[in-house]
């Protein structure tokens, strides 16, 4: 019983450093392709708590949600932060990768509103699909 629960504690910690990886790692080349001017809008990843509704069977216990900020100095559209989300969305390896790390939730703010969107990640990939019959 003790060596499961202490699995169960390394387990954690090991998809904790994953998950911070993953982020500094979104940051610095949203951070490389602001500087390039590739982008016209710096992007920051962060934890967030998340929507407890949209949680699944691979939730992290707390901060389920990703959280992208854009830089832009002022507040942005609806229509912006959908762009931004959806862009993500699309990004099929990304989305797996942050649902297999514990991530449900993305959302997308800017640095001067309040409010920002939110999406259910599992609603954008296809997981759970049929395996093929071996003989």
């Known amino acids: 019983m003790f060596e499961n629960t202490w699995n169960r504690i390394i387990e954690w910690f090991k998809?904790?450093?994953?998950?911070?990886?993953?982020?500094?790692?979104?940051?610095?080349?949203?951070?490389?392709?602001?500087?390039?001017?590739?982008?016209?809008?710096?992007?920051?990843?962060?934890?967030?708590?998340?929507?407890?509704?949209?949680?699944?069977?691979l939730s992290a216990w707390i901060n389920t949600g990703f959280r992208v900020q854009a830089f832009t100095g002022r507040p942005?559209?609806?229509?912006?932060?959908?762009?931004?989300g959806l862009t993500i969305?699309?990004?099929?390896?990304?989305?797996?990768?942050?649902?297999?790390?514990?991530w449900d939730t993305l959302e997308v703010?800017?640095?001067k509103g309040t409010y920002g969107l939110r999406w259910k990640?599992?609603?954008h990939v296809v997981i759970g699909g049929i395996l093929p019959e071996y003989d």
């Open 15 to 57: 998809d904790r450093s994953e998950r911070a990886k993953l982020v500094r790692n979104f940051n610095e080349a949203a951070r490389n392709a602001f500087v390039s001017g590739s982008v016209p809008t710096l992007l920051k990843a962060d934890f967030s708590k998340g929507v407890k509704e949209y949680r699944h069977d």
């Open 76 to 84: 942005l559209s609806k229509a912006e932060m959908q762009f931004i």
């Open 89 to 102: 969305l699309s990004d099929e390896s990304l989305i797996r990768r942050l649902i297999a790390l514990g």
């Open 109 to 111: 703010h800017d640095n």
């Open 121 to 123: 990640m599992m609603d």
